[in-house]
């Protein structure tokens, strides 16, 4: 219970008020890790592993963070509920949209855990802030 407030606090300073986000349960947090897992392989460092062939990734710069929304735009891909993790422990998922607002204060919200992810499993595509400072964007080629 500890971990739902201070991620309820964390997320009312990251938007205006709470129904901009939903905490999941530990059921609902469990599947959808299961899917992104099933899409996403996960090396053995915590990171994704990008050598998959069905991959198409772009790497990002701090700077770019703000440009993500027109970058996914651009692939094609819509605003859609997305997932927000961290890779290490059992913390519950976030329910949310990917905002503008979100992308400024994503600083803080990576700074809750190590290796943050934004995973949106309508259309298969991942946001990965590792912990070396790296930012990815990937998707699965096939599909949309």
Sequence with gaps: MKIVNELTQL???????PISFEILTETLSSMIKKEFSAIF???SWNRID???SMM????????????IPF???LKGFKNFPVYI??????DPLIKTKLTNKLLEKITELASFRSDLYIFCPRQKYV????HDGSINIGWIKCEK
């Design 56 to 67: 198409s990734k772009i790497k990002l710069n701090e700077e770019d963070i703000s440009k």
């Design 71 to 73: 970058i996914l735009e």
């Design 50 to 52: 990008w050598t998959v």
């Design 85 to 90: 993790f961290w890779g290490y422990g059992n």
């Design 127 to 130: 946001i990965e802030f590792f």
């Design 11 to 17: 997320l009312q300073d990251v938007y205006d008020h």
């Design 41 to 43: 392989p996960i090396a």
